[in-house]
Nanobody, 115 residues
């Protein structure tokens, strides 16, 4: 079992920045891939960014160059640094962990981009 707790969401103006954090209950080195997903109102959940056990990162096209996923393995933390935020980035953001073929999810944190 992996418990995930995400935090850092809130209201931010367009072009602003925000950092999300996700703490895992187990060592990040026991998790194949950590990821950030989001679900906007009326839309399906989509992958935003992932980071593998080796530190390789991947981003969906719409956030490439604006979002950065990183980790602090000592603290079991994964971050999502978001900049140049747009209204279309508004969504509930979820942290996920893929471990042993099973996906684990944390409760989401709401990010609202609005003036």
């Amino acid at each position: 079992q992996v418990q995930l707790v995400a935090s850092g969401g809130g209201l931010v103006q367009p072009a602003g920045s925000l950092r999300l954090s996700c703490v895992a209950s187990v060592s990040l080195f026991s998790i194949n891939t950590m990821g950030w997903y989001r679900q906007a109102p009326g839309k399906e959940r989509e992958s935003v960014a992932t980071i593998t056990i080796t530190g390789r990162t991947n981003y969906t096209d719409s956030v490439q160059g604006r979002f950065t996923v990183s980790r602090d393995t000592a603290k079991r933390l994964v971050y999502l640094e978001m900049s140049s935020l747009k209204p279309e980035d508004t969504a509930v953001y979820y942290c996920s962990a893929l471990r042993g073929g099973t996906y684990y999810w944390g409760k989401g944190t709401l990010v609202t981009v609005s003036s």
